[in-house]
Protein backbone atom coordinates (compact mmCIF):
# COMPACT_ATOMS: atom_id res chain seq x y z
CA UNK A 1 0.00 0.00 0.00
CA UNK A 2 1.36 3.33 -0.84
CA UNK A 3 2.36 5.59 1.67
CA UNK A 4 0.05 8.59 3.07
CA UNK A 5 1.39 12.12 1.83
CA UNK A 6 1.66 14.87 4.31
CA UNK A 7 -0.33 18.27 3.50
CA UNK A 8 2.76 19.90 2.94
CA UNK A 9 3.58 17.43 0.12
CA UNK A 10 0.17 16.83 -1.33
CA UNK A 11 0.27 20.57 -1.82
CA UNK A 12 3.50 20.56 -3.48
CA UNK A 13 2.53 18.35 -6.17
CA UNK A 14 -0.87 20.07 -6.77
CA UNK A 15 1.20 22.94 -7.73
CA UNK A 16 3.61 21.31 -10.08
CA UNK A 17 0.74 19.49 -11.74
CA UNK A 18 -1.18 22.81 -11.47
CA UNK A 19 1.57 24.61 -13.27
CA UNK A 20 2.76 21.93 -15.87
CA UNK A 21 -1.25 22.40 -17.20
CA UNK A 22 -0.48 26.26 -16.98
CA UNK A 23 2.26 25.91 -19.51
CA UNK A 24 1.22 23.40 -21.48
CA UNK A 25 -2.33 25.82 -22.20
CA UNK A 26 -0.05 28.66 -22.59
CA UNK A 27 2.09 26.88 -25.48
CA UNK A 28 -1.61 25.75 -26.88
CA UNK A 29 -2.88 29.41 -26.84
CA UNK A 30 1.29 30.40 -28.66
CA UNK A 31 0.29 27.75 -31.05
CA UNK A 32 -3.61 28.85 -31.54
CA UNK A 33 -2.38 32.75 -31.61
CA UNK A 34 0.46 32.26 -34.03
CA UNK A 35 -1.90 30.30 -37.23
CA UNK A 36 -4.91 32.51 -36.62
CA UNK A 37 -3.47 35.71 -35.82
CA UNK A 38 -3.73 36.64 -32.67
CA UNK A 39 -6.08 39.58 -30.88
CA UNK A 40 -9.11 38.23 -29.87
CA UNK A 41 -11.24 38.30 -32.73
CA UNK A 42 -9.24 40.51 -34.75
CA UNK A 43 -5.86 40.44 -36.55
CA UNK A 44 -3.26 42.46 -33.87
CA UNK A 45 -3.06 45.50 -37.29
CA UNK A 46 -7.00 45.85 -37.22
CA UNK A 47 -6.92 45.99 -33.21
CA UNK A 48 -4.24 48.59 -33.30
CA UNK A 49 -5.69 50.77 -36.64
CA UNK A 50 -8.83 51.33 -34.64
CA UNK A 51 -6.95 52.09 -31.73
CA UNK A 52 -5.41 54.93 -33.58
CA UNK A 53 -8.17 55.80 -36.38
CA UNK A 54 -8.79 59.43 -35.18
CA UNK A 55 -11.61 60.44 -33.58
CA UNK A 56 -11.88 63.01 -30.71
CA UNK A 57 -13.47 60.35 -28.25
CA UNK A 58 -16.33 62.60 -27.98
CA UNK A 59 -19.74 61.41 -27.41
CA UNK A 60 -21.89 61.71 -30.33
CA UNK A 61 -25.39 63.15 -30.34
CA UNK A 62 -28.50 62.62 -32.06
CA UNK A 63 -30.79 64.94 -33.40
CA UNK A 64 -34.60 65.96 -32.05
CA UNK A 65 -35.42 64.25 -35.92
CA UNK A 66 -33.57 61.48 -35.34
CA UNK A 67 -34.69 60.38 -32.04
CA UNK A 68 -38.13 60.91 -33.71
CA UNK A 69 -37.30 58.66 -36.63
CA UNK A 70 -36.62 56.27 -34.26
CA UNK A 71 -39.34 56.32 -31.49
CA UNK A 72 -41.99 55.99 -34.88
CA UNK A 73 -40.19 53.16 -36.13
CA UNK A 74 -40.29 51.52 -32.67
CA UNK A 75 -44.05 52.59 -32.31
CA UNK A 76 -44.70 51.17 -35.44
CA UNK A 77 -42.94 47.70 -34.59
CA UNK A 78 -44.78 47.38 -31.40
CA UNK A 79 -47.95 48.19 -33.25
CA UNK A 80 -47.56 45.83 -35.51
CA UNK A 81 -46.41 42.82 -33.21
CA UNK A 82 -49.75 43.66 -30.76
CA UNK A 83 -51.80 43.46 -33.99
CA UNK A 84 -50.68 40.01 -35.14
CA UNK A 85 -50.55 39.08 -31.04
CA UNK A 86 -55.12 39.84 -30.98
CA UNK A 87 -55.31 38.08 -34.20
CA UNK A 88 -53.65 34.51 -32.92
CA UNK A 89 -55.29 34.46 -29.96
CA UNK A 90 -58.82 34.89 -31.14
Same mark, same amino acid.
Given at each position: ?????????????????????????????????????? =? &?? *?? +?? @? $??? !??TSGGTG /? #??????? =? &?? *?? +?? @? $??? !???????? /? #?????
Amino acid at each position: MAKALSRQELLSYARAGAQARIDQLRAELAALEAAFGG =G &RG *RS +AA @A $AAG !RRTSGGTG /K #KRRMSAE =G &RK *RI +AD @A $ARR !RWAKWRAD /K #KGKSS
